[in-house]
């Protein structure tokens, strides 16, 4: 088990993690689980138990700390990744179905509201994709992947982004 | 007011409901009570006045009846027509909507299933979505064919064959 710290590079540094290091990895983990909103270029990886990691936590320099081991490296590569796109395309697909939904029902409930034979009902109260997904525990996909990433990293938030 | 009665239309027999006539209404009231969503001229129907017709010698191979008065008939054109097209809408959205709800969740369970770490994930349940989706196209199709059936006066003919 290696941990490292993680924090944000210098603007001018030269110092790049090299392709396929570890410390690229550590980089692309800590910008997923901080939501980090620039690049995984823009923070840098030190292993904890170096005299720099030292001094950037009593600089308080230091984002979070990330724990990998080659397997955690090696699902963070192969299965992170494809679950993760899972869950935005399922997103992607129930925004897609709110949104047909939203509108077809919304023409629906105009003309019942418009018409003199059929007023005094409201399709939409009886028909809520929100109340159906959200019963299948849907809504709770990205946090519980998130929760999972958490533990198998040891994640630990050292420091707040600034706003 | 007048009665009709709508049988269903053989694919061979050349005959069509002639357009914006009310034996057209009669039988596109009769399509929607019954909630197939078939295409135009799958029913068929004639006014019982019609010396043809023998209302109950024809009650017997009829699927139903359905009573227009002028009244419900501006009803169904200036209303109801367009009220039955939302209706679909809405059908055909909740179609769009659960096909790429569906194949996204497929997409989210094999991908955990493949993975070595997160298999203890839950898996999104299918069914739920089955059963969450088909109760929306019953109750999208329900109330307009309850009302249409009662302003109609529409009549469903069960015939059991031995």
């Known amino acids: 088990m290696s941990k490292y710290l993680v924090m944000s590079r210098k603007v001018d540094s030269p110092l790049t993690h090299a392709d396929g290091s570890t410390e690229e990895t550590v980089c692309e983990i800590a910008k997923n689980l901080l939501h980090y909103p620039g690049p995984s270029e823009y923070l ?24 990998v081991t080659q397997s955690t490296l090696e699902t963070w590569r192969k299965d992170v990744t494809n679950i993760q796109d899972a869950i935005n395309s399922f997103q992607s697909a129930r925004d897609h179905a709110e949104n047909v939904l939203d509108q077809a029902l919304g023409d629906l409930d105009e003309a019942y509201e418009n018409s003199t034979g059929f007023k005094g009902y409201t399709p939409s109260d009886d028909i809520s ?3 159906a997904l959200e019963q299948m525990g849907s809504n709770d996909l990205e ?21 | 007011m007048t009665k009709y009665l709508v049988f269903r239309n053989q694919p061979d027999s050349g005959q069509v409901n002639e357009p914006g006539s ?12 019954s909630q197939d969503r078939m295409p135009p001229n799958y029913y068929i129907s004639f006014p019982i006045e019609n010396p043809k017709v023998s209302f109950e010698s024809l009650k017997e191979l009829a699927k139903f009846s359905v009573e227009i008065t002028d009244e419900t008939a501006e009803l169904w054109v200036n209303e109801i027509q367009a009220m039955v097209q939302k209706a679909h809408m809405v059908d055909d959205a909740i179609g769009e ?5 569906y194949q996204a ?14 298999k203890d994930l839950t898996s999104l349940s299918i069914k739920a979505l089955d059963r969450a989706f088909e109760y929306f196209e019953v109750e999208s199709a329900y109330e307009v064919s309850t009302k249409v059936e009662e302003i109609y006066s529409v009549e469903s003919f069960e015939h059991h064959h031995v």
């Not at chain 1, 292993?47 to 724990?67: G, M, W, Y």
């Not at chain 2, 009310?22 to 009570?33: G, L, P, T, Y």
Request: hydrophobic share 45%; with cysteine; net charge negative.
């Open chain 2, 97 to 101: 909507a659960s096909g790429g709800i």
């Open chain 2, 105 to 118: 969740m497929i997409a989210y369970n094999n991908a955990i299933d493949a993975s070595s770490n997160f």
């Open chain 1, 143 to 163: 946090y519980t992947f998130q929760r999972a990433l958490h533990e198998m990293y040891k994640f630990q938030v050292l420091r707040r982004q600034r706003a």
């Open chain 2, 22 to 33: 009310r034996e057209e209404m009669a039988s596109e009231i009769a399509n929607v009570v």
């Open chain 1, 129 to 131: 994709v929100y109340g």
């Open chain 1, 44 to 67: 840098m990886a030190i292993p904890a138990d170096t005299k720099i990691a030292t001094f950037a936590v009593l600089k308080e320099d230091a984002l979070c700390s990330i724990e």
